[in-house]
C-alpha cells in the first residue's frame, strides 16, 4: 500500500516534469522561431541595401605581417561594388589579399574611418567606411556616392560659370578691378593651401576672391578711376561696395560661403575695418586670408591715383600689422610665398583639376 502511493506521488511527479519540460520546448520553438524570422529580416533588409557592407576576419593576427583575411559576409550591392573597385584597382578578384591589403591602407589614410574611391575611367564614386567589430575583426561599408557626386559636380561647375560671368562683368566696366580680383585669387588659394585647409574651403575663397570687389560695379566710373585720392565722401561711397557685393551675391543659392567671405573682405581683427567692424574670430578664416591677398595685390599694384608701392613695402605694412588687422599665420605664408614663383589663374586652375573636392559628399 505504502509502495503504491509512492509509486502514484512519482508518477504525478514525472508528469508534472513533463509538462514543464513540454512547456519549455514550446517556448524554445516560438523563440527559436521570432530569431529565425528576425534574421530573415536583417538578411533580407542587407541584400537589398544599396550600401555594401562585409566583414573581414584577420586569421593570423600578425601585425605588419602577411595577414591572411577571411571575407566572412557580403550582399548582392557589395558584389557589385567590390567588382566595379576590383577593376578599378586592375586586381583580380575580390579575395585577393593585395585588394584588401589596399581597402586597408585606404582605410589607415582616411579620416575618421572614411575614404571616396573615385576613378576617372568609370566616373564612379565609392565611400568606404570601417569600423573595427573586435581586435581581430572588421566591418567594411561601402556606398556608391555616384549620383550624389555628380549632382554636387554639376553645383560647382554652375558657380565656377556664374563666378566666370560675374568677372567678365566687372571687365567690361573697370579692368583694373577685373585683374586685381584674379590676382587676389591666385594669392589667397596659395595662402589657404599652404595652411593646408580643405580642398571644399580652399574652393570658397578662389570664388569668393574672385568676385570680392563686384560691388564696385554700383561706384561710379569717375570715383573708381580718379586719378587723385579720393575725398573722404567718395571714400565713404567706395566703401558700401562691400555691402553692394554681399547683395548681388546674397541671392545666389550655394552651399559656399560666398556672400559672407565677401562681406568681410574689409574686417580687421582689431574691429577698425568695415562694414561692420567685427573683431577676431568674428571674421571667418576664410575672410582673414582674402583680406591679406586683397591688402598685399592692392599695395603692390598700380592705383589710378599712385604707382605700385612694391613687394617690399606690401610685406613690410602687412608684418607691422600682423595680429593686430591682419592674421598672423596668412601674413607668413605671404610673406614666404613672396620668395617664390607666384601661382597664375592657370597654375590654380590646373591645381583645382587635380583635386577631387568631396567635403560636400562626406562630412570632413
Ligand atoms: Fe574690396
Known amino acids: 500500500m505504502h ?36 534574421e530573415r529580416r536583417y538578411r533580407v533588409l542587407i541584400e537589398h541595401m544599396k550600401q555594401g557592407i562585409f566583414i573581414f576576419e584577420e586569421k593570423s593576427g600578425e601585425v ?9 559576409d557580403m550582399n548582392s550591392a557589395m558584389k557589385q561594388i567590390l567588382s566595379e573597385i576590383t577593376a578599378i584597382t586592375g586586381l583580380d578578384n575580390i579575395n585577393d589579399l593585395q585588394m584588401i591589403k589596399e581597402i586597408k591602407l585606404l582605410m589607415a589614410l582616411s579620416k575618421k574611418g572614411t575614404k571616396l574611391f573615385t576613378d576617372s575611367i568609370t566616373k564612379r564614386y565609392y565611400q568606404i567606411e570601417h569600423e573595427h567589430l573586435t581586435d581581430r575583426e572588421f566591418m567594411v561599408c561601402v556606398t556608391d556616392k555616384t549620383q550624389l557626386y555628380e549632382k554636387f ?25 577685373a585683374e586685381h580680383q584674379k590676382k587676389v585669387a591666385a594669392l589667397a588659394v596659395r595662402i589657404a593651401v599652404e595652411m593646408g585647409l580643405s580642398s571644399w574651403r580652399i574652393e570658397s575663397i578662389y570664388l569668393a576672391s574672385l568676385v570680392h570687389d563686384i560691388g564696385k560695379i554700383s561706384i561710379p566710373s569717375e570715383i573708381l578711376v580718379k586719378p587723385d ?60 586670408i582674402v583680406a591679406v591677398a586683397d591688402v598685399f595685390e592692392a599695395i603692390n599694384s598700380h592705383r589710378p591715383y599712385r604707382p605700385s ?56
Not at 509502495?3 to 516534469?17: C, G, H, P, R, W
Not at 555691402?243 to 567671405?261: C, E, F, K, Q, R
Not at 568681410?264 to 573683431?279: I, T, V
Not at 598672423?328 to 597664375?344: D, G
Open 153 to 177: 559636380e554639376n553645383r560647382r561647375k554652375q558657380m565656377w560659370d556664374l563666378v566666370s560671368s560675374m568677372g567678365k562683368l566687372v571687365e567690361k566696366r573697370d579692368l583694373y578691378t
Open 229 to 288: 585720392r579720393l575725398a573722404e565722401i567718395e571714400y565713404e561711397l567706395m566703401k558700401t561696395h562691400v555691402m553692394s557685393g554681399y547683395d548681388i551675391l546674397s541671392n545666389v543659392h550655394t552651399s559656399t560661403p560666398l556672400a559672407d567671405i565677401v562681406k568681410q573682405h574689409h574686417e580687421r581683427l582689431d574691429g577698425s575695418g568695415y562694414p561692420l567692424g567685427l573683431k577676431g574670430d568674428e571674421m571667418s578664416l576664410e575672410a582673414k
Open 3 to 38: 509502495n503504491l502511493k509512492a509509486l502514484e506521488a512519482s508518477y504525478q511527479d514525472v508528469t508534472a516534469l513533463n509538462d514543464k519540460l513540454n512547456q519549455m520546448n514550446l517556448e524554445l520553438v516560438a523563440k527559436h522561431k521570432a530569431v529565425m524570422k528576425k
Open 309 to 364: 608701392l612694391g613687394m617690399s613695402f606690401a610685406l613690410r605694412h602687412l608684418n607691422e600689422f600682423k595680429g593686430r588687422l591682419y592674421d598672423e599665420r596668412a601674413v607668413e605664408i605671404c610673406t614666404e610665398l613672396s620668395n617664390r614663383t607666384p601661382w597664375t589663374l592657370n597654375d590654380v586652375e590646373q591645381y583645382f583639376e587635380n583635386l577631387v573636392i568631396t567635403s560636400n559628399v562626406s562630412p570632413e
Open 64 to 72: 605588419g605581417g602577411q595577414n591572411d583575411f577571411e571575407l566572412i
